[in-house]
């Protein structure tokens, strides 16, 4: 016997069976957390009680493979698994069991009550029994021995659809692979993942993931298999390709994990729509269509708008959306079809209104298939899974519905195909009765994946890995409890809440509606006993200004009916904030659920919300007793959004909760809803009696990650935070990680010690603080996001000087001091500091009105570079060339007052950008990492800009004096540890400081790889009080090799704004080339980042006046070349002049044919374009630059850039790129330069 139940057991003798378990009756109420009692009443104890959980298991031969799993993804347990041979067994689940003989299949069900009484004693006698161990739990004799080396594909740069949580499923991939002894090969394009490090994998290929590149690699390696399901979408449509050409088979490689067909039973949207009408799973009525005409005729056929476009073999929906008339349906329908590998789109009646699921499923090579979690979207269909605010376990389904929605996940995984690994699946249910449609299938580790296996603690890739080499789920040991294996599906006794993280400010001229595309940049995730406190812990979590849900300003409150309506019925970032303000000023639940979509049950829960508000409201900070305060930071409110209300300060309510004895307690994932014992510290906050924490009194250091992604602090940052924990485990620390990123690796259980996933606000940091007691804090790795908090932390640790629980002193913020950062940030005292040190910066001064913005920028001249102090990613950003350009700005962009500065520097015209990551010890000495040179010219984002290094371009005499600044200004800050400065050098080659940032830059990952030294680690050494010396890193590293950076952009997303480049930050991601020349390395990373350059056709070239003289040698050069030559009639003109055989194309406004024709008509292989002067040719470019964007011909918009992609053509043309393992790089010893040589 190796289980237990509970409270119900069944004994029975059968054949071989299928079985599923369910838990009937509690499910829809438990799951979803006990209702909040009356304001000023006790509160009911754990708000998610523990559900019927039971221990269930088998009497199984190990041959057999059996596995029975307990379950409660949704709050109802179930299991689904098949044994090859007649094996007698007792079962022990709860619920219903259906048998299946597959010799026969002939399906018998039983039912639990009819037995129930005979078991009675039986099961009584189980109710103490201990768990005995598996017996076959962890051996080996599943794996497979056939195979000896694997290739998994990554899914190369972080784009919209497709973020870092595949570097989390990556690095698992590859990890469980090493474990099992296989030798690994990996191939991705994107260098800030932990992933492409060079010890991840044993041969690494940061290379464009293109067919023809791919299979290079496979014929230098030779691999026995290739594993596709961790990379995303682009790991399918590129293992697709290559079983399809023929070349798996020409080298005698199979595909683990998912095969081809599933793929594309899955992927293409008519085999899949075949798939579920076999099964008897309802799908929406809808069309296949390969031509426009196609979509129309199906338009015809369903008769009624609005109508879903989806697109097949695509990303996070591009190409997608909601058409409502003609118009839209026709544009939609073009992108769609341009955007499918396979020219396919599914038209799909609108299901607007219902409400949306999804279930993670896993099944394994003996046919066990397990439920590891159901999402619920709180948004309805319509919205992007994405986009939409998500929640587990499902709270609204009824018991009924849940056990529909687990049957139809099992029949379709396995009627799609999927042999061994993880599936996703959505479903639309209809509020009104229940109707079930299943929308799509993801056959490989998703986004929710990653969201599953960190809601949960169940690592899904990780175990996708192990089951695509030959284990079976009960072989593989669960590693929080040590004592379950896989095949016990995770039961929660929390409730887990996900929000996305939208940029829109970025792209003007986009529309900030959500729709069936997915447009979020990131997420952030809480738990919480309660959905009103994970709610709530995960808006903080986002950091876009907001506390919490209400008690805070909130502008929506401002507005006209109107305006709020069309806010809660048109789908956007800010609905949450407009359903306040309408709950706020009195609309009904019933008027704002026929507006939203939203579950009448959600609504009543923020209804609660706000009730508790008016309980604030209503008394004073020092009435508030001791159950008061434990009842509303139980919904999730913050000592922040409390002061609001009762007008004090966050310090005065923090002191007045702890006076009353008020702290948080710390509860831990266990995969299992407390059932076993977890021995990973996995934990989250809750006001809950009992804290499972455990502090050590070890020394231990707390690292601060990064929060949610966003432009301009992305994987990069979390990147430094796990390199920064590996490196301080290995040399005796505890390491604490602290973050609020489901996507990450940094919040993966087994990269730290411990782990906190926890909103990064000065309260939640200091409850940790005061809970762990560190050594040690850094708050130098996450970007912009802890380093606001660390003169908070500063003052907070000098307040009360709490004694680190090693017994070693205090705890202190490791590296460089707050006040160092703050004097790198403040623009007065960073002036001091250049003027004292000889360093020139451009002309310009702080302006706290608009007065003294145009009295600044008439005493430098103009053009000037306007921007807020203290952002990060070039926010509101902006080059403007007169005063009515600058009022604009200061009018539209920011809001300008003592308070909020904003700076006006003078712009550097045709002046290279040189960024720069140098790493300081505790001793002064100073190391440069990396110099890097900007392909782009100054007044491009450093973020935005492709760069090289070793720098190509720049003269001895300016990188010796870069190198004598960087040195001067780290040890005149006081750096310990990384610092990032950019410099730009004029024609006259003066070099000027832009800024300086004593922190991890996101050129960190890029300079580690290009120079093979891990700076992140080293800075975490040296602030742990090693010096550089004591690394042996006391040289700059000048790499044989070239490596270039190239920025990868998501104007695809953003439909109406400009793809040109400018000041602020707008990429997403990055990708790397690397190889031994300029060229070669710079066309792989133009591959990597889907701008293939072209070696025959058509290149058009339209400049503006400033630049023409520039662009001559490039269109010599690309004549040269072979290509044909076209451009606007102005720099027709120009061209011609000077020599160059140029063609004349008519610009929009002149007639036609024009240059979007040629576009259209596929005669442009390659677009130079930069803005032009009056408002008309402004307006051609802009089109022409989308119209580009759309047929997918490769932009430039710089000059440099437009040089650098003519020597990469060049190159390509007198030979192919080779592949070389990122570790052949290092074989040979680098140029070193001696810190302080020029």
């Not at 979020?520 to 506390?547: I, N, P």
Request: one cysteine or more; charged letters at 25%; aromatic letters at 6%.
């Amino acid at each position: 016997m190796e289980g237990v139940c509970r409270h119900r057991v069944v004994a029975a003798t059968m054949p071989v069976l299928e079985i599923a378990s369910t838990s009937t009756g509690a499910r829809s109420h438990a799951s979803r957390g006990v209702r909040m009692a009356p304001l000023q009443s006790a509160f009911l104890g754990s708000a998610v009680p523990l559900r019927h959980r039971s221990k269930i298991c088998t009497f199984s031969r190990r041959a057999s493979r059996a596995s029975s799993i307990c379950s409660a993804s949704g709050g109802s347990s179930s299991s689904s698994c098949r044994m090859p041979e007649p094996v007698p067994e007792v079962f022990f689940y709860s619920g219903s069991a259906v048998g299946q003989n597959p010799a026969g299949g002939k399906r018998i069900n039983w039912k639990i009550a009819s037995v129930a009484g005979e078991v009675k004693e039986m099961a009584a006698s189980f109710e103490d029994a201990p768990f005995a161990s598996w017996s076959n739990l962890g051996h080996n004799e599943g794996k497979r021995k056939d195979l000896r080396k694997i290739l998994v594909l990554g899914a190369g740069p972080i784009v919209i659809g497709q973020a870092c949580e595949f570097d989390y499923s990556g690095t698992q991939a590859c990890k469980a692979l090493k474990e099992e002894g296989y030798e690994v090969i990996l191939i991705n394009s994107n260098p800030a993942t932990i992933m492409t490090d060079p010890e991840t994998a044993d041969r690494t290929y940061i290379t464009p993931m293109t067919p023809e590149l791919v299979e290079k690699v496979l014929e230098k390696e030779r691999p026995d298999a290739i594993l596709p399901t961790m990379g995303g979408q682009t790991a399918l449509n590129l293992a697709c390709a290559l079983a399809e050409s023929g070349v798996l088979d020409k080298y005698n490689v199979e595909l683990i994990g998912a095969k081809l067909d599933a793929i594309q039973k899955a992927e293409d949207r008519d085999l899949f729509k075949q798939a579920m009408a076999k099964i008897g799973v309802k799908t929406p009525p809808s069309g296949i269509a390969h031509t426009l005409d196609e979509c129309f005729v199906i338009a015809e056929r369903i008769g009624e708008f609005p109508l879903i476009i989806r697109p097949a073999f695509t990303l996070g929906g591009t190409g997608g959306g909601i058409a409502y008339n003609k118009e839209e349906f026709e544009a939609i329908c073009k992108a769609g079809l341009n955007a499918s590998i396979n020219s396919q789109v599914l038209v799909e009646k609108s299901l607007l209104g219902w409400k949306e699921y999804e279930l993670e499923v896993m099944r394994d090579l003996a046919d066990n298939v397990v439920i590891i979690c159901s999402i619920e979207n709180i948004d309805s269909m319509g919205v992007h899974t994405g986009d939409s605010i998500t929640v587990a376990p499902a709270q609204t389904l009824t018991d009924k519905e849940y056990q529909r929605l687990r049957d139809q996940s099992v029949a379709i995984i396995r009627e799609i195909g999927v042999e061994c690994g993880g599936s996703n699946v959505q479903f639309a249910v209809n509020p009104k009765d229940g109707e079930v449609m299943v929308i799509e299938m993801n056959p490989r580790v998703s986004r929710s994946s990653a969201l599953a296996s960190k809601a949960t603690g169940f690592p899904i890739a990780k175990m996708a890995a192990k089951l695509s080499v030959g284990y079976t789920l009960d072989q593989i040991p669960n590693d929080i409890t040590k004592k379950t294996p896989a095949s016990f599906e995770p039961s929660i006794d929390y409730v887990v809440t996900k929000i996305p993280r939208f940029a829109f400010e970025k792209f003007p001229g986009s529309q900030p509606i959500l729709t069936t595309q997915m447009k979020s940049v990131g997420e952030a995730m809480a738990m919480g006993r309660t959905f009103q406190e994970s709610f709530q812990k995960a808006l903080r979590s986002l950091e876009t200004g907001h506390s919490g849900w209400g008690c805070e300003k909130v502008k929506e409150l401002e507005w006209d009916w109107d305006k709020i309506k069309y806010n809660l019925r048109v789908p956007n970032p800010e609905r949450m904030y407009s359903l306040y303000a309408a709950m706020k000023r009195g609309m009904s639940l019933d008027e704002i659920q026929d507006l939203t979509f939203i579950d009448p049950w959600f609504l009543s829960q923020l209804r609660e919300l706000l009730q508790a508000e008016k309980f604030l409201e209503s008394v004073k900070l020092s009435d508030l007793s001791k159950d008061d305060l434990y009842e509303v930071k139980r919904r999730g409110f913050s000592d922040k959004q409390i002061a609001y209300v009762t007008k004090t300060t966050e310090l005065e309510v923090r002191a007045h909760r702890l006076e009353q004895g008020v702290k948080p307690a710390y509860k831990r994932v266990d995969t299992c809803a407390a059932e076993f014992e977890a021995n990973t510290p996995y934990l989250y906050s809750s006001y809950d009696a009992e804290c499972e924490s455990a502090p050590t009194t070890r020394k231990k250091v707390l690292i601060l990650g990064g929060g949610p992604n966003r432009i301009g602090q992305g994987i990069e940052f979390d990147y430094c935070c796990c390199h920064a924990a590996f490196s301080l485990a290995e040399t005796g620390f505890e390491t604490i990680m602290m973050n609020s990123n489901p996507e990450t690796v940094s919040t993966d259980y087994d990269t730290s010690d411990r782990l906190y996933f926890e909103p990064l606000t000065a309260e939640d940091v200091c409850n940790v603080i005061d809970l762990e007691r560190p050594d040690g804090i850094i708050v130098q790795f996450g970007g912009q996001t802890p380093l606001k908090l660390a003169v908070p932390i500063q003052t907070y640790l000098e307040k009360f000087q709490p004694d680190a629980a090693s017994g070693e002193g205090k705890v202190k913020i490791w590296g460089t001091t707050p006040d160092s950062i703050d004097a790198a940030e403040d623009r007065k005292r960073f002036d001091a500091i250049l003027n004292d040190l000889g360093i020139k910066s451009p002309s310009g001064g702080i302006a706290k009105s608009e007065d003294d913005a145009l009295a600044i920028a008439k005493r430098v001249g103009y053009p000037v570079v306007v921007r807020p102090s203290y952002v990060l990613g070039g926010r509101a950003m902006e080059i403007v060339y007169n005063d009515d350009k600058l009022k604009t700005y200061l009018e539209t962009a920011v809001e300008v007052d003592p308070e909020r500065p904003v700076l006006v520097d003078k712009y550097l015209i045709d002046a290279t950008e040189i960024d720069v990551d140098s790493l300081t010890d505790a001793e002064g000495n100073v190391v440069i990492g990396g110099i890097m040179e900007h392909i782009e010219q100054a007044g491009v984002h450093s973020g935005d800009s492709a760069c090289t290094l070793p720098s190509q371009n720049i003269g001895a005499e300016a990188l010796g004096k870069i190198r004598d600044y960087t040195t001067k200004l780290a040890r005149r800050l006081g750096v310990v540890g990384l610092m990032n400065c950019q410099y730009a050098i004029t024609s006259e080659c003066e070099v000027y400081i832009i800024e300086a940032n004593p922190r991890a830059s996101r050129t960190v990952p890029f300079v580690s790889k290009a120079i093979g030294h891990p700076l992140a680690k080293y800075a975490a050494l040296v602030m742990s009080g090693k010096t550089l010396a004591d690394l042996n890193f006391t040289e700059e590293v000048i790499p044989r090799h070239v490596s270039v950076k190239e920025a990868v952009l998501p104007f695809d997303k953003f439909q109406g704004c400009d793809v040109l480049l400018g000041p602020e930050m707008r990429s997403t991601g990055e990708v790397m080339g690397i190889d031994l020349n300029f060229d070669k390395a710079f066309a792989k990373a133009q591959i990597a980042a889907n701008q293939s350059l072209p070696l025959t056709g058509t290149v058009f070239i339209s400049m503006n006046d400033m630049m023409k003289d520039k662009v001559v040698p490039i269109a010599k050069g690309f004549q040269d070349l072979g290509f044909r030559i076209v451009s606007t009639t102005g720099t027709a003109s120009y061209l011609q002049k000077v020599g160059v055989e140029v063609e004349t194309v008519l610009k929009l406004h002149e007639g036609r044919p024009h240059a979007a024709d040629l576009l259209a008509n596929g005669d442009i292989q390659l677009m130079i374009i930069t803005s032009s002067g009056d408002a008309l040719d402004q307006i051609d470019g802009r089109q022409l630059r989308r119209l580009a964007l759309a047929y997918k011909v490769p932009i430039i918009t710089t000059i440099a850039g437009a040089l650098a992609s003519l020597q990469a053509v060049s190159g390509l043309k007198d030979s192919p790129v080779e592949m070389i393992a990122l570790q052949d790089f290092f074989v040979e010893e680098q140029v070193r330069v001696p810190a302080g040589a020029n």
